[in-house]
């Protein structure tokens, strides 16, 4: 439909056409995260500044730093909405939630 056609325009913007055999190592890597953002913002309605450092973080390590931080920073209410939103578009898993618990 047209948010696809509208997530595909970003994606070739950003990144040049994609080649006829597809995109490889850090080329996949930046087109999923950008097609994480885009799915994110359509259905938060936004990616804040926290969202976008989850997204692009390279390790599951990085994740749980990170997240241990923004609870601290964050009000509870606050850090449970950006928690959820970030499990439901698979930005972290329950691998990492079941680690910051730990």
Known sequence: GD???LENQMVNEILGPEPADGRTG???A???NLRK???VGRIAGTVNKELDALI???TNAQKIE???S???KMTAEQYSELERIAKENKII???VIEKLEE
């Open 3 to 5: 948010l696809e056609k």
């Open 26 to 28: 850090t080329d996949k």
């Open 30 to 32: 930046a087109e999923t």
């Open 37 to 39: 953002r885009f799915e």
């Open 56 to 58: 692009y973080a390279g």
């Open 66 to 68: 990170l997240l241990k």
């Open 70 to 72: 923004f609870k601290q």
């Open 93 to 95: 898993s329950d691998n």
